[in-house]
T-cell receptor, first 118, second 111 residues
């Protein structure tokens, strides 16, 4: 089974540029989550989708961040304009529905995108 | 608020046993997860506890006490490859779709 697939694995860009991160969830998973991980703050949930619909974006730091899920097999997280403080590892995760499949459903993570904004 | 505490770092010797603790303060409880994350890699699911007691999976076991808001991950017969960060996470009682993660415990195993 293919896991969660993210691209690119690494991105280095200059401040002010637009950055687009991509994610393909595990086929059949209803939920997709975007996280940001830093040494100081650990794993923080940015936004999540259920059946392609954004449910909770309260973790999105500011208007420079946006996320879309145009279909069940693809999601993007966009930062425009990017700033040095956005440097972090961004993870995408997917899962089956906890409400219907049970609360023991784990989230499955992709390998992440390591983003560096210069 | 919802809070999870784990030690930041631990060290242990190959072949030994190590216990990684996690305490949580949440307004309710719907289950606790342990994840392993090797440096530069994705977190991978290790275990899930929702009832009090010990869940064993090979060299790894996870324990839960709901009354104490406490869990631990027990790693036996440590191997060098067990050097990683171990993340404790609980289902958000306000929204059970979400997980709240601790900042993780970095374990270094020495020969």
């Amino acid at each position: 089974d293919a896991g969660v697939i993210q691209s690119p694995r690494h991105e280095v860009t200059e401040m002010g540029q637009e950055v687009t991160l991509r994610c393909k969830p595990i086929s059949g998973h209803d939920y997709l989550f975007w996280y940001r991980q830093t040494m100081m703050r650990g794993l923080e949930l940015l936004i999540y989708f259920n059946n392609n619909v954004p449910i909770d974006d309260s973790g999105m730091p500011e208007d420079r961040f946006s996320a879309k899920m145009p279909n069940a097999s693809f999601s993007t997280l966009k930062i425009q304009p990017s700033e040095p403080r956005d440097s972090a590892v961004y993870f995408c995760a997917s899962s089956l529905a906890p409400m219907f499949q049970g609360p023991n459903q784990p989230q499955h993570f992709g390998d992440g995108t390591r983003l560096s904004i210069l | 608020g919802q809070n999870i505490d784990q030690p930041t770092e631990m060290t242990a010797t190959e072949g030994a046993i190590v216990q990684i603790n996690c305490t949580y303060q949440t307004s309710g409880f719907n289950g606790l997860f342990w994840y392993q994350q090797h440096a530069g890699e994705a977190p991978t699911f290790l275990s899930y506890n929702v009832l009090d007691g010990l869940e064993e999976k090979g060299r790894f076991s996870s324990f839960l006490s709901r009354s104490k808001g406490y869990s631990y991950l027990l790693l036996k017969e440590l191997q060098m490859k067990d050097s990683a960060s171990y993340l404790c996470a609980v289902r958000d009682p306000r929204n059970t779709d979400k997980l709240i993660f601790g900042t993780g415990t970095r374990l270094q195993v020495f020969p």
